[in-house]
C-alpha cells in the first residue's frame, strides 16, 4: 500500500502561523494547562506573538487561568469570511472548548464532533500573526489526538509529567504516540512538573513528593531532550485559580523556572 506524504496527511500550513507547539500529557492532573498557560506568558515575556488553544475537551482550564471564563468570543468578517476573535489577555491570544460550553456541563462529545469543534477555531479564526500557537491537548492519546496531529502542521510536541511511575507510564504512551510513522511530530522533550517541594522555614530542602527525577530518567531512556523541572508550589495552584499566571512576575524562582523550561523548549 501507497504510503502518504506526511505534509499531505498534514494538511495546509495556516497562513500567519509560525509555529504550533502541542502540549501533551498522557495522564491527566498532571499540570499540563498550568504549564502551558506559563509557557505563553513566558513566550510573551521573550518578545514572540502567542496564541493559546485550549482543545482539552473533557476540563478546558484555560479561559479560568487566564481570568477570562465569562469573556465569549465575537465573531468578525475578514475578505467576506465569518472568523471567531480569539480572546485576548495579558498578551495571549485564546480560544477554548470552554468558551462554547456551560461552565458545570459535562462535555460527552464524540470524536469527530470536538474535532469539528477544533477545526473551526484553528482555521475559522482570525489568530493574526503568531509566532507560536500552543495547543493544550486533552490527556490520554485517543481519537481526538489523531485527528488535531492529522489535520493540523504541529512543529513539535512537548510532553508533561510528574515524576511518578504511574504518570511516567502514559507520558511514554504520548511519546511513542507523536512517533508513529502516521503522525510523526517531533518529540521537543519532556517538562517534569511538581519535581519536587521546598518548605519555606527550610529552603535548602527538597523533598521528592511523586519521586525522584522519574521524568529526567525517562527521558534519557527514551532519547528525548529534558527540558526542564518546576517544583510543586502553592503559589502556582493559587496563581492559576485566580487566573494570573505564576510567570507574569518577574524574577521570582517560579518564573526563572518557567523561562529556563520555555528556553530549551524553542
Ligand atoms: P492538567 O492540565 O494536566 O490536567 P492542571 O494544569 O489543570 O493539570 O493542574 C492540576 C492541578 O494542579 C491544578 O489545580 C494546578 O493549579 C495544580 N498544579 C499544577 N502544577 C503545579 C505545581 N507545580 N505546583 C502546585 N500546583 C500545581
Redesign the pocket.
Known amino acids: 500500500k501507497e504510503k502518504k506524504a506526511t505534509n499531505e496527511i498534514k494538511g495546509k500550513p495556516i497562513p500567519g502561523i509560525q509555529n504550533i507547539i502541542a502540549v501533551a ?1 498522557g ?9 502551558t498557560a506559563n509557557l505563553a506568558v513566558t513566550l510573551t515575556k521573550m518578545g514572540f506573538k502567542v496564541g493559546l488553544l485550549d482543545a ?1 475537551i473533557y ?1 478546558p ?1 484555560g479561559p479560568m487561568m487566564f481570568d477570562v471564563a465569562n469573556e465569549k468570543p465575537l465573531s468578525v468578517t475578514k475578505n467576506g469570511k465569518s472568523k471567531m476573535k480569539p480572546i485576548e489577555n495579558y498578551g495571549v491570544k485564546i480560544l477554548s472548548i470552554g468558551f462554547f460550553t456551560k461552565p458545570d456541563e459535562a462535555v460527552i462529545w464524540r470524536g469527530p464532533m470536538a474535532a469539528k469543534a477544533l477545526n473551526q477555531m484553528i482555521f475559522d479564526s482570525d489568530w493574526g500573526e503568531l509566532d507560536f500557537l500552543l495547543v ?1 491537548l486533552p ?1 490520554g492519546t485517543g481519537d481526538i489526538h489523531l485527528s488535531i496531529m492529522q489535520s493540523m502542521p504541529i512543529t513539535g510536541a512537548l510532553i ?1 509529567s510528574t515524576p511518578q511511575n504511574v504518570a511516567l507510564a502514559d507520558a511514554k504512551k504520548a511519546v511513542s504516540m507523536f512517533q508513529q510513522e502516521s503522525i510523526n511530530v517531533p518529540v521537543l522533550g519532556i517538562c517534569e ?2 519535581a519536587y517541594f521546598t518548605p519555606e522555614e527550610l529552603p535548602d530542602k527538597k523533598y521528592y513528593i511523586f519521586g525522584e527525577k522519574g521524568a529526567k530518567y525517562l527521558a534519557e531512556d527514551i532519547g528525548v531532550p529534558f527540558l526542564g523541572e ?5 503559589s ?2 493559587e496563581s ?2 485566580i487566573g494570573r499566571p505564576a510567570a507574569l512576575q518577574d524574577g521570582t524562582p517560579l518564573s526563572e523556572s518557567f523561562k529556563e523550561l520555555t528556553k530549551n523548549t524553542v
Open positions: 500529557s495522564k491527566g492532573g498532571v499540570g499540563k494547562s498550568t504549564v482539552d476540563g482550564s493544550d490527556p508533561v512538573n511538581m518546576i517544583p510543586l508550589v502553592q502556582l495552584r492559576g485559580d
